[in-house]
């Protein structure tokens, strides 16, 4: 009896967890509408700052959604094959290359004016945006899942799965973008905030995308299989018996976020790196005893 209360309530406070994240993730999305609107309908300033909300707030409700789906590191690729979510993703990623398209050649039309000048900015701050967007339903739907290699029969002993914090360095170069941006460096501050914005943050954060959604490693009863790539994933199974070793890469950075590279060597010298793992020193454990 002790048992199956202590179960019930940890069921019940599971699905109040996911309730709570369900209505952040809406929430932070209702406001990101309602700042893109006001970048487009308001003047100056006030439009400005809108502008800057949005910026900052559209990764923030896409990071949320995929921890949403993904909480504690758990695989999100089953959610993103819901007819639905497949179909929403595709349909946000369009919406926002349509709505970059037409504010830019509203904004270069009208060049010069007030309006104009908005509309260019506001095209400018959907682009990255429209990628990332874009990148998510490209690899997202694509992925595979490390559970559907495993042998007939195989138990699984041990699962590693990407780690959250992967979405912290383009977080910090949105950061980076916005600080310069706001601040009083004048034009080469300017200059220095949109190349941050444009190459940067759409770089840095692909790259997040890619591996929060495709690095991972299982180790089955007889083989261990490795997930890894960035715009393709990459799958691996390699017989125990033929690993010759494990090892987990990490700097400073790494370390400080709580994540690592994996690295493993067969018998043939080839090496395998899944980079961004949750704790790969269980794994690499596991072979050094």
């Known amino acids: 009896m002790n048992e199956t209360s202590q179960q019930a309530s ?10 709570r994240g369900l209505w952040l993730t809406l929430s932070l999305a209702g406001i990101t509408l309602l700042a893109l609107l006001g ?7 006030a439009s400005l700052a809108f502008v800057v909300a949005f910026v900052v707030l559209l990764p923030l409700s896409l990071a949320s959604a995929l921890v949403q789906w993904w ?9 993103c094959r819901k007819t639905w979510v497949r179909h929403g993703t595709i349909s946000l990623g369009v919406s926002l290359a349509v709505c970059a398209a037409v504010t830019l050649v509203l904004g270069v039309a ?8 908005m509309l260019l900015v ?10 990332l967007v874009g990148l998510l339903a490209a690899i997202g739907f694509r992925a595979r899942e490390l559970g559907g290699l495993l042998d007939k029969g195989e138990r699984v002993e041990l699962s590693v799965t990407a ?11 949105l950061g980076a973008a916005v600080a310069l941006a706001l601040g009083p460096f004048g034009t080469p501050g300017l200059a220095l905030a949109a190349a941050l914005y444009l190459l940067g943050l759409p770089g840095t954060a692909g790259q997040a995308l890619a591996r929060f959604i495709h690095s991972g490693a299982v180790l089955g009863e007889r083989h261990l299989y490795l997930s890894y790539g960035l715009l393709w994933q990459k799958t691996a199974s390699l017989d125990r018996e033929r690993i010759q070793a494990v090892g987990v890469k990490r700097n400073a950075w790494t370390r400080l976020l709580g994540q690592g590279k994996l690295s493993v060597v067969d018998d043939r010298g080839e090496s395998i790196v899944v980079a961004g793992l949750r704790g790969p020193s269980r794994l690499a454990q596991r072979f050094s005893a």
């Open 163 to 173: 780690h959250w914090t992967v979405f912290v360095l383009p977080l910090l170069v």
């Open 39 to 45: 970048a487009l309908l308001w003047r100056g300033g």
């Open 71 to 79: 909480p504690q590191g758990r695989d999100a690729r089953v959610g």
């Open 122 to 131: 506001s095209g400018i701050a959907l682009l990255p945006p429209a990628a």
């Open 10 to 19: 940890s069921t019940e406070s599971a699905r109040i967890r996911r309730q």
């Open 110 to 117: 009208w060049s010069g004016s007030r309006v104009g000048n």
